[in-house]
Structures are given as structure tokens and as C-alpha cells.
């Protein structure tokens, strides 16, 4: 099951990387296992969820035996999904085959490890444009097509108070670019620029791995009821 050997000893790579083919995305999170979570409001936290592109303002009601009203309501979540992707972050359990992927990567990498889950509907959602990122990140193609450029630029400032995510492709110099189809793997280093740009409906998961954290890793056991 993935990752296989060849993904491990990679993973403290410095230099960016592509692999096609390296996974069943069925033997991992499905379709069906998305919807799942996305119809269970608990899931739909403010805190957990991050949409790409301004939703602008928004409130509403509470709903009767909704212990948390700072979750999306269903049917509002159904309509930003229609313009939007979103990415899903804490995800690291949502399964047993993911939180054993990120106990590998853990392992391999010594870093904590998270799992990042991203879906829009339509290929014309919004992506973040080329930028850069704290944590060194694999990213997995589960659903649908993109296409990913990596640059070999890192970022002229890296400080809290002067940093830039994001910069004009043109100022960019690009060490390599794929199509990305269900399977296939990028992986790219941390404060590496990069860009992924969906091109149909999908669904992705990346696996950051931030070197730099200071707080423990999440717990890997796995509850047998």
C-alpha cells in the first residue's frame, strides 16, 4: 500500500519530484467516503474548512440539535461548493488508510504530519496561484485531472512580518510541469514555489509535513470498538 519504499526515501528529498501511477486511490479515500464526510455537519467546521477564492460574509441561524453552530449549514456548504473548492484540513484521520500514511511519512520524516483534502466540482474553481508554503508537501491526485508546475525559486523573504505566499509566474523559473491523473504523485519541498491548477472536477490530498513545528505529533492508534 502506498507509500511504497521508493515514496519514504524520498520524502526528505531537497529537490522536487514526480511520480506517475503510484497508487490505487480506491485502496485509500473514495468518492463515497467524501460524501459521507462532507454530509456530517460536525465535519464542517469554520475552523477546519478553508475555501479558495472570497465567499464573502456570511451568517445564519441556529438549527435544533446542532451542538455547534459555528458549522456551515448543509445546504449552504452545497451551494459555495458550486463556485468554489475548499480544502479540508486535520484530516490526518479521517481514515484508517490515511492516518497510516501519515504515520509513515511521520516516521520517514520526522516531522508532524497532516492530511490536507481539496475538492471543487468545476474545473473554472479558483486555485491559490503560484506560492510557497512552511511544510513540504506531497501531493496526491485521487479524482479528476490538474496540471502542476514546480519552480526552483524560494522565497526572497521568509520572516511572519515580510512574507510573500505568492508571486507572477513570469518571475518564476520552472523546474518541471505534468498533468496530474488519479494516482499520481508530486512532491515539493517546503518555501518551494508551485502551482496547481485544476483541470476538471477533483479531489486531492496533500500530505504537509512541517519540520519546523514545535507541538507533538497527533496520536496514530487506531480505535478497535
Known amino acids: 500500500m502506498f507509500p511504497d519504499d521508493l515514496?519514504?526515501?524520498r520524502v526528505n528529498e531537497s529537490k522536487p519530484w514526480f511520480e506517475k501511477s503510484c497508487f490505487?486511490?480506491?485502496e485509500i479515500f473514495t468518492m463515497e467516503e467524501f460524501q459521507t464526510h462532507i454530509n456530517f455537519r460536525p465535519n464542517l467546521r469554520q475552523e477546519r474548512v478553508s475555501w479558495i477564492g472570497d465567499i464573502g460574509e456570511l451568517s445564519w441561524g441556529g438549527e435544533e440539535w446542532c451542538c455547534d453552530q459555528n458549522n456551515y449549514p448543509i445546504g449552504?456548504?452545497?451551494r459555495l461548493l458550486d463556485k468554489h473548492a475548499v480544502c479540508f484540513e486535520d484530516s490526518s484521520r479521517i481514515n484508517k488508510n490515511v492516518?497510516?500514511?501519515c504515520k509513515k511519512l511521520e516516521l520517514s520524516s520526522g516531522s508532524p504530519t497532516d492530511a490536507h483534502i481539496f475538492f471543487s466540482r468545476q474545473s473554472e474553481s479558483k486555485s491559490f496561484s503560484a506560492h510557497w508554503d512552511w511544510s513540504s508537501n506531497i501531493i496526491c491526485q485521487f479524482v479528476g485531472t490538474a496540471h502542476i508546475k514546480v519552480y526552483s525559486?524560494?522565497?526572497?523573504e521568509i520572516d511572519d512580518e515580510?512574507?510573500?505566499?505568492e508571486k507572477?509566474?513570469?518571475d518564476l523559473e520552472l523546474v518541471y510541469e505534468h498533468g496530474m491523473?488519479?494516482?499520481d504523485i508530486a512532491y515539493v519541498p517546503a518555501q518551494t514555489f508551485h502551482f496547481y491548477n485544476p483541470t476538471s472536477k477533483r479531489l486531492s490530498i496533500s500530505f504537509p509535513m512541517n519540520a519546523n513545528s514545535q507541538d507533538k505529533r497527533q496520536q496514530r492508534h487506531w480505535m478497535d470498538p
Open 7 to 9: 515514496v519514504i526515501e
Open 24 to 26: 490505487d486511490p480506491d
Open 76 to 78: 449552504l456548504f452545497d
Open 99 to 101: 492516518n497510516e500514511i
Open 153 to 156: 525559486n524560494i522565497p526572497e
Open 162 to 165: 515580510h512574507r510573500t505566499w
Open 168 to 170: 507572477q509566474e513570469e
Open 181 to 183: 491523473e488519479p494516482g
